[in-house]
T-cell receptor, first 116, second 115 residues
Framework: SAVISQKPSRDICQRGTSLTIQCQVDSQVTMMFWYRQQPGQSLTLIAT?????????ESGFVIDKFPISRPNLTFSTLTVSNMSPEDSSIYLCSVDAAGRMNTEAFFGQGTRLTVV | AQSVAQPEDQVNVAEGNPLTVKCTYSVSGNPYLFWYVQYPNRGLQFLLKYITGDNLVKGSYGFEAEFNKSQTSFHLKKPSALVSDSALYFC?????????????FGAGTTVTVRA
């Protein structure tokens, strides 16, 4: 298993500003994932962050809006840039601790972002 | 392509009654299937998974799920629901033919267990 610490747990931000969310894992993992969960909706994958390479973004998400860093095997950040009220969501960090297709993913507790 | 459908937005049951949350999937290969639960203001917690073998899988907190290949389903069940089971439940799938580790999630089912 993996224990994931995500910070901040919540924030209220002004439109046009940026917020950086941190994700710290208690063990080394190859793959980390960032999800968005809009109010009342399911999880949507933003990007996959592998250490030593550029993040891979899903359709509809771009690096300029959601830059990601992955400096080592236990840490990643997601920045939500130039925020608008439409960015109000829960953002979740996830890891695949065992690095195998048949193992479960683990999630941080999420960052609840409100943009005003 | 892989996808998951949870046909019910909400499930309401009385405490002590059986609870079922439905999930169907679509994959091109074989599925790896997962159930997660999300309590308010919390992240997702893993409940159980189907990889291969026995179609009936047992997981945390008394939950179990039955894999049915012919019906492409993986319904979550609990014989006797508790008020504390009230939460948001997600079914997720990975396709064994996929080259990546992405999970596809269903829309989620809100379970309310009344006392």
């Amino acid at each position: 298993s993996a224990v994931i610490s995500q910070k901040p747990s919540r924030d209220i931000c002004q439109r046009g500003t940026s917020l950086t969310i941190q994700c710290q894992v208690d063990s080394q993992v190859t793959m980390m994932f960032w999800y968005r969960q809009q109010p009342g909706q399911s999880l949507t994958l933003i990007a996959t962050a592998n250490q030593g390479s550029e993040a891979t973004y899903e359709s509809g998400f771009v690096i300029d809006k959601f830059p990601i860093s992955r400096p080592n095997l236990t840490f990643s950040t997601l920045t939500v840039s130039n925020m608008s009220p439409e960015d109000s969501s829960i953002y979740l960090c996830s890891v695949d601790a065992a690095g195998r297709m048949n193992t479960e993913a683990f999630f941080g507790q999420g960052t609840r972002l409100t943009v005003v | 392509a892989q996808s998951v459908a949870q046909p019910e937005d909400q499930v309401n049951v009385a405490e002590g009654n059986p609870l079922t949350v439905k999930c169907t999937y679509s994959v091109s290969g074989n599925p790896y299937l997962f159930w997660y639960v999300q309590y308010p203001n919390r992240g997702l917690q893993f409940l159980l998974k189907y990889i291969t073998g026995d179609n009936l899988v047992k997981g945390s907190y008394g939950f179990e799920a039955e894999f049915n290949k012919s019906q492409t389903s993986f319904h979550l069940k609990k014989p006797s629901a508790l008020v504390s089971d009230s939460a948001l439940y997600f079914c997720a799938v990975r396709d064994t033919r996929s080259n990546d580790y992405k999970l596809s999630f269903g829309a989620g089912t809100t379970v309310t267990v009344r006392a």
